[in-house]
């Protein structure tokens, strides 16, 4: 989780019991902030303390501040662990490297509406606790949204190009495919009558229409 590329959360604990071991710690990191999404989802981030967090964990209160500093680092590090997979995904499936942009956003957009639809509850939490990040880590969290935004406008802008996609306007398609790529978690209580499958279906021939002016 701590490598050069990811989110380094404010005020993270520099005193850790496997300082040899990087992977162990990364592991212990992880295991906390899964179980802590989960208190975040049922009781909300105000609600939640850091004694239900040990209680949940298993890790008693003195040596969870080994791993953890604080509350607010934990949903820094939830964010990290949720927003990092799909941009992960694209660069080691060399989707990025599709020269075809037909083919390249069919690709893109059925793996990230897949991780996002399985994820939907950690999505929710997070767009639910947006406020409550920290300044300087909100502006890094933005940046990511943007930077998913502007993958999707260069492949648009491509297939306009190419002349198989028709939009008006590229970035603005690109903002919309990414807010839609948020439907299920924020509108999945009025969407219980579909599959899993049968959503993911229908998701991606909404957005792909909207772009490819013959997709079938």
């Known amino acids: 989780m701590n490598d050069q590329h ?3 959360a404010p005020g993270a604990a520099q005193t850790l019991p496997e300082t040899g071991n990087p992977e162990a710690v990364n592991k212990r990191q992880s295991q906390i902030v899964k179980k802590a999404s989960r208190l975040f989802i049922k009781k909300g981030y105000a609600q939640t303390t850091m004694r239900d967090i040990s209680k949940a964990t298993g890790i008693n209160l003195g040596n969870l501040y080994n791993y953890i500093s604080s509350k607010e680092d934990i949903l820094c590090l939830a964010f990290e662990t949720y927003h990092d997979p799909a941009v992960a ?3 080691r499936k060399g989707v990025l490297d599709i020269e075809d942009p037909k083919e390249q956003l069919q690709t893109a957009l059925h ?3 897949i991780m996002t639809h399985d994820v939907m509850n950690d999505i929710l939490m997070m767009y639910r606790e947006t406020r409550v990040l920290p300044p300087k880590f909100l502006k890094i969290v933005l940046k990511k949204e943007s930077d998913l935004v502007d993958f999707f406008e260069k492949i648009i802008t491509r297939g306009m190009e190419k002349k198989v996609f028709r939009v008006r306007d590229p970035f603005f398609a690109a903002n919309m495919l990414v807010f839609q790529l948020s439907l299920y978690p924020l509108r999945s209580w009025n969407l219980k009558r579909y599959t ?3 959503f993911l279906a229908l998701a991606e021939e ?3 229409k909207a772009i490819i002016p013959d997709y079938a």
């Open 6 to 8: 990811s989110i380094k």
């Open 89 to 91: 995904w694209l660069e």
């Open 111 to 113: 793996q990230i509406l």
């Open 196 to 198: 899993r499958d049968e």
């Open 206 to 208: 909404t957005i792909l």
